[in-house]
């Protein structure tokens, strides 16, 4: 990302004049500019107003003003009242000593004016105290603290020459054509790479996604300090920047606010996300020219980096990103969030306590909505972002420290921005009308009383239908096809298969010879003299043979395998024919019953205890357009400790996540498996995946919410 320090401009010509009285200004003859400082003249303002730029070279921040602090520049050695007097006598400018005075407190709250003893003791206390000693920088830098590592200037200027064929028409031609038929070949091996893309989740793959976002993020910095670097612009140092301990490389661009064309500031922002698109782009074409192996697997890494990241985040204007910067420079509108903020505070106040706020700038009517949606979806779009970001640092560390650390995450990004405002609108309270508050109250009893009311009553959970009945047909042992029966209806007896063991029917006619041996034998023995000695232990022998023989013929009618029931035998793997050998786990088919039709559902615990049996329900079959009415007949007591439906697998395109790097399919939250009948028979006889709706107790979101976070703490008090 283009990082440096954000130019804070002062109030426009035009800013309406804020309290002063809270905060008094020192007099511009008491307290002189800094010797220092630098004033160059910047683009205009977008209507066509002309504006400068002050530079602290200390600080290396930059400060956009107006034409009325430009004035007020001329004459600072002037006492305000005579500043504004002169001002308004020689200009086209209305000013008056309050506006003077705000611009001196502007001066004075970024150290742009010489110090007075006073202030030079504070500043002097304040440096030599021991900053980590404090709890607030701790905070501060486990929030965000960034480490310059390089002065590259040199480097930059060096490199130049050597770069300078790729900032022409025909590197930009070449380049868009290399990328386009690198997509164009990806798209005819679209399985391939999507399949080389899952083996990214291994741990090498993860490894090499890791090794190749830092070479994409070196280019991506690189490419804002070569173009800086070409239109004139000193680049202080480059670095990485921790945010909440996130490592994220930077560059201090913020010497590009002397550039007068905002158009040069936007290839500067632009030029990190257009280097990740183009590595993005040779690397697509790399890879669908290269055979298997270590450098084929190196540019998809490439190529993924490039183009998820920078289209995904890079790009959002939402987050002090490259897209950011870049959306400011195309509308030419510096501290967009920070004046967005503001406009939509002002319109909060006015609409809902009827301050008399006017909006700190002055827009037409298009501009000012804009601004006030773009600041509602900024907020919305970062509650989200720290949402995750505070949950993502609870599950990374420890149990005791995660839990500190979420609450400094929620405190600071989330509630900390809104008891701010709380608190301005407790100070304001008194100038709130009667019919304001009252309209204020009503409100909050109104949401307050909306989350409290039991609205939801249908839940919807994923489940698969299946018929109720189901045979599925398996030979005992390693056996041969003898017969098999074709698909479609067959009758309760019906034989299905049948399979042979040519060792068996060996056993058979070794067996069945024996006992006709025997058999012959013992009327013989009555006429021998020592027939009565030998009859007992040829009677035992004939009874093991005729035993074997049993075994033998239940061995075989194992073989031999018949419908249970009548229905549809389906499934029949067709190459398997007569004289095919088949073992124990291999399936001959499915004998199913279509009259009668269940579906097995997977709630989450936390609704599983909002379900009756004998509830109505209904189910949604994958791309159908209607319903099927359904009635709860089972609710299981236990979670399910394995996901029985392949097709419900996220890993399968299903809805229910389960435990990565896993042979079988764990579910990875707990879900309990709900029982459904359906009122009537679907028109197939195969398992469909689809959606249930299910009347359930209603419940309100406050008592939802409230549930799970005493579950939570319950859950996590344990150390």
């Known amino acids: 990302m283009a990082a440096g320090p954000v130019a804070a401009p002062a109030p426009a010509p035009s800013s309406p004049p804020q309290d002063s009285a809270s905060r008094q200004a020192p007099s511009p003859v008491a307290a002189q500019l800094r010797d220092d400082l630098k004033l160059m003249e910047s683009a205009p303002y977008a209507d066509g107003a002309p504006a400068w730029v002050i530079q602290d070279p200390i600080t290396n921040r930059f400060y956009r003003i107006g034409w009325l602090e430009y004035e007020c520049l001329l004459r600072w050695n002037l006492p305000p009242a005579q500043v504004a007097r002169d001002i308004s006598s020689s200009t086209t400018l209305e000013v008056d000593e309050e506006q003077v005075l705000e611009f001196a407190q502007f001066l004075d709250q970024h150290n742009l004016l010489r110090a007075t003893p006073r202030k030079v003791a504070q500043l002097q206390k304040k440096s030599s105290a021991v900053k980590w000693k404090s709890a607030k920088w701790w905070l501060h830098t486990y929030l965000f603290v960034r480490v310059p ?27 868009l054509g290399a990328s386009a038929l690198g997509l164009m070949l990806v798209a005819r091996q679209w399985d391939t790479f999507v399949h080389s893309f899952m083996d990214m989740l291994s741990p090498a793959g993860l490894a090499g996604f890791a090794l190749a976002l830092i070479v994409s993020k070196t280019l991506h910095e ?14 202080a140092h480059m670095g990485m ?41 040779l690397a697509t074409l790399a890879w669908a020219l290269l055979d298997d192996g270590i450098l084929r697997q190196s540019m998809l890494y490439l190529a993924t980096t490039g183009w998820i990241l920078s289209l995904a985040l890079n790009v959002s204007p939402f987050m002090r990103f490259d897209g950011y910067f870049i959306l400011s420079d195309v509308l030419d509108f510096p501290n967009l969030h920070e004046r967005a903020g503001a406009m939509a505070k002002a319109f909060m106040r006015r609409k809902l306590l009827g301050l008399n706020d006017p909006d700190p700038e002055p827009f037409r009517p298009q501009v000012r909505w804009k601004l006030r949606l773009f600041a509602y979806v900024t907020w919305l779009y970062r509650l989200t ?36 405002e709380i608190m301005v609108w407790k100070k304001r309270w008194p100038e709130v009308p009667v019919s304001k508050r009252a309209l204020v109250w009503g409100c909050a009893a109104g949401v307050l009383a909306l989350m409290a009311f039991p609205w939801s009553a249908d839940l919807k959970a994923p489940g698969v239908a299946r018929a109720e009945r189901q045979q599925a047909v398996y030979s005992s042992q390693p056996a041969r096809v003898r017969v098999m029966q074709a698909p479609g209806a067959v009758r309760e007896g019906d ?23 025997i058999s012959r034998q013992l009327p013989q023995l009555m006429g021998q003299a020592q027939g009565l000695d030998l009859q007992p232990a040829m009677v035992q022998r004939l009874q093991e043979q005729l035993a074997e023989s049993r075994a033998i013929d239940g061995e075989a009618a194992r073989l031999q395998l018949k419908a249970e029931f009548a229905g549809q035998w389906t499934d029949v793997d067709q190459h398997l024919r007569a004289g095919a050998w088949v073992n124990a786990r291999t399936p001959l088919g499915i004998l199913v019953d279509p009259s009668s039709w269940i579906v097995d559902a997977y709630v989450d615990q936390q609704q599983v205890g909002r379900i009756l049996v004998g509830a109505n329900a209904s189910f949604w079959p994958q791309r159908w357009g209607t319903s099927v009415d359904a009635v709860v007949v089972e609710v299981d007591s236990a979670r399910s400790q394995q996901l029985p439906y392949a097709m419900l697998d996220a890993r399968h395109g299903g809805a229910v996540a389960t435990q990565p790097h896993e042979k079988q399919a764990l579910p990875a939250q707990a879900l309990y498996r709900v029982r459904l009948q359906l009122r009537e028979a679907l028109p197939q006889v195969r398992e469909l995946r689809g959606t249930v709706h299910i009347s359930a107790e209603r419940s309100s979101w406050l008592g939802h919410v409230l549930q799970n976070g005493l579950a939570v703490v319950i859950r996590e008090s344990g150390f």
């Open 149 to 175: 590592l390089v002065r590259p200037q040199r480097l930059l200027e060096a490199m130049s020459p050597w770069v300078a064929p790729l900032f022409t028409w025909t590197a930009l031609w070449l380049l």
């Open 222 to 235: 690189m490419g804002h300090a070569l173009v800086a670097t070409r239109l004139g612009v000193r680049v």
């Open 241 to 281: 920047a921790f945010v909440v301990l996130w490592p994220m490389l930077y560059t201090d661009t913020s010497e590009s606010w002397r550039l007068r064309s905002h158009r040069q500031r936007l290839a500067i922002s632009i030029a990190g996300v257009a280097t990740e698109l183009a590595l993005a782009g």
């Open 385 to 420: 972002v720290f949402l995750g970001i505070a949950f993502a640092v609870y599950y990374f560390f420890f149990k005791a420290l995660g839990i500190f650390l979420l609450a400094v995450e929620l405190w600071w990004f989330v509630a900390k921005p809104v008891w701010t």
């Open 495 to 517: 034989l299905l298969v049948q399979l042979e063991m040519p060792d068996l029917q060996a056993r058979h006619d070794r067996t069945q010879a024996s006992v006709n041996t």
